[in-house]
Structures are given as C-alpha cells and as structure tokens.
C-alpha cells in the first residue's frame, strides 16, 4: 500500500484502533491498585500483580506469536487475540475473587500481546517505505494515548461507579473497536504462509543473546521499564495516602505526563543520529532520574513536574535503546525486536518485586534510593555502548 490511499488510511486507522485497546486494557489498574489493595486485603506487591502479571504474559507470548503468524497469516490471528482480549476484559467486571481476576489478567496478557507483534509484520509486508515510517510514528502515538487514556478512564469511571466498571466500559469500548478493526483492515495481499518453525525462531533468537553488543541495549531497555512501572505502582500508593489522599480520578489524572513520553520518543529518533544512541540513553537516563528526585520535595505540582521529566526521560531512553538494537542486528531484525520487547515486558513485569523491598523498609524515599541504584548500572552499561559506537564510527572513518 502507498503513503496516502484509501487502504492505507483504513489500515493504518484498524492498527491504530488494535494498539489504543492494547494499551488502554493494560494499564486500566494502575490507578485501581490502592482500591484493590483495600477491597481483597492485599498487600501492595499482590495489588500490583494485576499490572505485572499481564506484562508477564504478554513478554513471553510475543516470543511466539511471529513464528505462528508466519504460518497462519495476520490479519486472522489478529482478529481472535483482539477477541479474547475483549472476552476476558468483560468478564473480569463480574469477578469476586483476587486469584480469578489475576487468572483473567493473564488471559488479557497472552491475547493481547498478538497485536503489537503481528501489526509489526503486517506494516512491514503490505505498506510501501514511507508508507511504512508513517503509520509506525502513528502507532506509537496510538500506544501512547492508549496507555494514558486507559489509566485516566478507569480512575474516574472506578470513583463514580466501582472498579467493576472500569472493566465493563473498558470491554464495550473493546466490542466496538474489534468490530470496526475487521471492517476496516484489508486482507493481506503480500503474506506467504510458511511452515511453523520454533526451533530455527529458537535458534535466532539464542543467537541475539549471545551477542553482547544486542544484549547490553536489551538489558537497558528492560531495567529502565522495570524501574518505571515499578515507580508508577508505589506513587499511586503513596499518593492515595496521607498527607495527599487523592481519589483514583486525580490519580488517574496525574497520567496525562505520559504524554510527555511521546515527545521523548520523537525527539530521541531525531537526535540520535547526530548524538549517538548510547548518548540519547545516558541522557533519558539522567532526565528520568532528575524526575525521581522531584517527587521527594512532597508538593503535588513539583511531583507532577516530576512524572512528566520521568516519562520524557524514560521514553527518550526507550526509543534509543530499541534503536540500537534494530541497528545492529545483522540477521532476524524481526526476532530481534520481539527479544527487545520480552527484555522489556519482563522488566515491567517485575520491578514492583524488587522496589517493593524499598518500599517497605523506607516507603517512597527507599523506592527513589532503589531505583537510583538500577540507573547506576544502566548509565554504566550506556557508557559501555557509548565507547562500543565510538570505536565502530573510527573503523567506519578508516
């Protein structure tokens, strides 16, 4: 497809459409977690879960979803995780139980880790160059207000009507994308099926481990997603108690400096050439930190200041990291994205675990300390990279 026809824009509009849900049902608890941590008896870590175990799923799904795609086509494999992201989503509305609202959490994870992974292949075989760098800047976005809009909607949603509710919307809302993502999405016309293959996809990807120029960036990117949704868990506890006692809509209000990760995006592609990536990493690295120690100085509107330098930060960080990764793979690029991603979903995943020792022997300020000493060993290995990409640009310049 060309830059500009109707197909385009149709497609474009239907990943759009699949990468807003992803988001928006991903994070729908993070205002959520003080009401579920008072509501089941829960502890902070086990409220957290509901966010850690999705991005759990969702970085070991993804792993697999390409080589079974790679046989059964997209667009079909899209439709159905869109369709048990919607299912599970509207039955989580009617739990009572923790366990069987994580066990749905789960499902949600494995399903809709198929979109993000399965649009990547289907832009990259049916979108023209610059129909292809368009629509993938469209998509971040998508990502992005998805995120945000998914924690600021079930914060206001929850304080007027219940958690519950939150879920329900979340699930019609889902009904009417899914409907217009089947209508909207052409049929692929460049896809060849070809046989399923785990063990040469396994093999590449042991290959990517291996390589210690790849596995450094992938190692940054996962800790950096590690510190931030581990930071953003404990902040909706430490807000929702005293001296603040926000209510989940001010919570979830909050998550509008998420937007500021998108600048952070943008600007890190387009410096990243003339600065270096491993520099843009260093750099979102100390934005991130500055962000943190904000938020020690206690007044809401310096710790929102903070929030929008940490996402800035964290996402200049991200867009570089992810950069270099695709730039040095020198064989399954595509392999190598989906073990950048698993790096970095786990990461998410289990941050809260490691922070939340902080947490509990000095409350936030323990969760700030911790969470200087992972960037520590980020900045070091960006420094690492840094001295990697000098010494590759003298043997480029002869």
């Known amino acids: 497809m060309d830059y500009g026809t109707p ?224 930071s953003f868990n404990y902040l909706t506890f430490l807000l929702s108690g005293e001296p603040y006692w926000l209510s989940a809509t001010a919570i979830g209000l909050l998550f509008f400096a998420y937007l500021a990760g998108t600048l952070g995006s943008v600007l890190s592609g387009q410096v990243s050439d003339r600065w270096g990536k491993a520099r843009c990493m260093m750099a979102g690295i100390a934005v991130f930190a500055i962000g943190l120690l904000l938020t020690l100085l206690g007044a809401v509107p310096v710790i929102l200041l903070g929030l929008v330098l940490q996402c800035f930060g964290a996402f200049f960080a991200h867009s570089a990291s992810a950069s270099w990764v695709n730039a040095r793979a020198q064989h399954a690029k595509a392999s190598a994205a989906s073990l950048y991603l698993f790096f970095y979903y786990i990461g998410g995943s289990l941050g809260t675990y490691y922070l939340g020792l902080f947490w509990q022997s000095d409350r936030w300020p323990g969760v700030v300390a911790g969470s200087l000493l992972v960037f520590g060993i980020t900045f070091k290995l960006a420094l690492r990279l840094h001295r990697m990409e000098r010494s590759m640009r003298r043997r480029a310049d002869g």
């Open 7 to 230: 197909a385009y824009w149709r497609a474009t509009a239907a990943l759009s459409m699949g990468s807003f849900l992803v988001f928006t049902i991903v994070y729908l608890t993070q205002p959520l977690l003080p009401i579920f941590a008072s509501e089941f008896q829960l502890s902070e870590e086990a409220a957290s879960l509901s966010i850690s175990i999705v991005m759990m799923c969702i970085s070991v799904a993804m792993l697999l979803y390409g080589p079974i795609s790679d046989a059964y086509g997209r667009k079909p494999l899209m439709v159905l995780c869109m369709a048990g992201g919607t299912v599970s989503t509207l039955l989580t509305a009617y739990v009572s139980d923790y366990s069987l609202l994580i066990g749905l959490r789960a499902v949600q994870g494995l399903c809709l880790a198929g979109i993000p992974a399965l649009a990547m292949a289907y832009m990259s075989e049916e979108f023209s160059a610059k129909a292809l760098s368009v629509s993938m800047g469209i998509n971040i976005g998508a990502n992005t207000i998805g995120g945000m809009s998914g924690r600021i909607l079930s914060g206001i949603i929850a304080d007027h009507y219940g958690w519950r509710a939150s879920f329900l919307c979340m699930g019609t809302l889902a009904i009417v994308l899914l409907a217009l993502f089947i209508w909207l999405l052409p049929a692929s016309r460049q896809f060849h099926p070809t046989p399923l293959r785990f063990m040469s996809a396994g093999r590449a990807l042991l290959g990517h481990v291996r390589n210690p120029v790849l596995l450094i960036g992938m190692v940054i990117g996962g800790l950096h997603f590690f510190i931030f949704i581990g």
